[in-house]
């Protein structure tokens, strides 16, 4: 007997697996540091020196990046806020040369 051919039907594409969203990288963070009481800074931002030397009482650093490393002389005479939240740097572990990162890793 003749062989019967059954009608060919389209077969739909597989849709293309999307997997989870792709994280975004989010922006920078604003950094702000107030000296309560004059004192030594010295702060990099991405990697890089931004500011070395004296900050006198009042006097304040303004500064956005991704990734901040902190050395003073007197941590506690410093006001430090990254993005909204007030940081107190004597609960923060420091790094062994006694300087805080700070924002993303």
């Known amino acids: ?5 059954a009608p060919s039907t ?4 597989a849709p293309e697996f999307q997997g989870p969203p792709r994280p975004e990288r ?16 010295r702060l990099n931002r991405d990697g890089k020196l931004v500011f070395e030397g004296r900050l006198p009482a009042g006097k304040y650093l303004d500064w956005r990046g991704y990734s901040f490393e902190l050395r003073a002389s007197n ?8 993005g909204d939240a007030l940081l107190d740097l004597g609960a923060l572990k420091t790094e062994p040369d006694g300087s805080f990162r700070l924002g993303r890793k």
Do not use: H
Not at 75 to 82: K, Q, T
């Open 1 to 5: 007997p003749p062989l019967s051919v």
């Open 10 to 13: 389209p077969v739909a594409a």
């Open 26 to 41: 989010a922006g920078p963070q604003r950094l702000l540091i107030t000296a309560t009481t004059g004192g030594f800074v």
């Open 75 to 82: 941590p506690a005479g410093l006001r430090v806020e990254l």
